[in-house]
């Protein structure tokens, strides 16, 4: 089953990059990353040393429930192209394992469906996820923290 990897939208990035607040209504704070383990949410790749990022809250959720969980993430400060790939994104390549989950079309977790997988299982095990009748997107996670990675569809 081919895979789409949904990064946030452009018109969300370019919104919070003007001044646009984010889920908790605050304004993104403005860093300089390290180049270590700051994954950019809307290009899926690593924001690399020196360069100037967003940390702000999201929940990448269309409708106000209780499954809607918000929390830190981070974006390139400056414009990027968002991810438009069908391969695994460089995001996912650079951690050891990632938090997955189902969750239906009203976006609610599909109970059963939450495990810590390998980076190199990523794929298969949302493949496996996806075929399930009640999933209609995963979402990836970081398996420490739980920061919201990215969405996956099936293309």
Do not use: W
């Not at 924001?47 to 940390?55: P, Q, S």
């Not at 790939?85 to 469906?113: C, H, K, M, N, Q």
């Amino acid at each position: 089953m081919p895979l789409r990897y949904i990064p946030i939208s452009t018109p969300v990035a370019e919104q919070l990059r003007k001044g646009g607040k984010d889920a908790y209504g605050n304004l993104p704070e403005r860093q300089i990353s390290d180049g270590d383990g700051v994954p950019c949410r809307h290009c899926l790749r690593n924001v690399d040393a020196d360069e100037a990022f967003l940390v702000l809250s999201m929940r990448p959720f269309t409708s106000l429930q209780p499954y809607a969980e918000t929390g830190p993430v981070f974006m390139h400060a400056d414009n990027c192209p968002a991810y438009d790939e069908a391969v695994r994104p460089p995001i996912l390549a650079s951690g050891r394992d990632f938090l997955l989950r189902g969750y239906g079309s009203d976006e609610r977790i599909v109970y059963g469906t939450g495990s810590v997988v390998p980076a190199d299982e990523v794929e298969t095990r949302a493949q496996e996820l996806l075929a399930m009748a009640d999933v209609a997107s995963v979402h990836v996670r970081s398996a420490r923290y739980n920061c919201y990675q990215c969405r996956i569809e099936a293309a």
